[in-house]
């Protein structure tokens, strides 16, 4: 039903999104505890600020009464997927090339599953990153079949 859920949700929410040259990141529906959330990820290459997530939150809040297609009560929510944001679309794998990522396997790799360096290409199929091991810079190859998640990292 969470799918289904956030399949529908997407669908409303684009054209009220992309009408404000905003992009849509990320769809969830989760129940936390007793609580069910709608949460709606927005961004632009300019970033959002609190203003953008209001407006989208009272259009889609609109939209939401009207067709109603959640069957019981939830909380909405709009905002900034943030600095670490998930790498989920193509796009967003695109976009993140030059930057620092983290990324989770489902199958490990060198025995590893998790990696974390710069992101220096993506073909399509496969993301190569640039890893530092103790003090050696290595370069992986990823196969987007092996990406369990992904998500841009901030490094200190």
């Given at each position: ?6 399949e529908?949700v ?7 999104i992309e ?8 769809v969830?529906?989760v129940?936390?505890?007793?609580d069910?959330?709608l ?6 290459d ?7 997530c ?8 609109e ?5 109603d297609?959640?069957?019981?009560l939830?909380?909405?929510d ?24 983290a ?11 998790v ?27 990823i ?14």
């Open positions: 039903m969470s799918n289904e859920v956030t529908v997407e669908q409303l929410a684009r054209p009220i009408d404000m040259d905003l992009e849509l990141v990320d969830e529906y129940k936390e505890g007793k069910w959330f949460r709606v990820f927005i961004d632009s300019t970033g959002v600020d609190i203003e953008d209001g407006t989208v939150s009272e259009r889609l809040s939209v939401l009464d009207k067709k297609p959640i069957p019981h939830y909380f909405l709009v905002s900034s997927p943030g600095a670490e944001r998930p790498l989920k679309k193509e796009q967003d794998f695109v976009k993140a090339v030059g930057k620092q990522v990324i989770q396997t489902n199958e490990p790799i060198n025995g590893e599953s990696f974390e360096g710069k992101l220096l290409a993506y073909d399509g199929t496969i993301l190569t990153v640039l890893i530092t091991i103790k003090t050696r810079k290595k370069e992986i190859q196969s987007m079949e092996n990406v369990a998640s992904a998500r841009l990292a901030v490094m200190f």
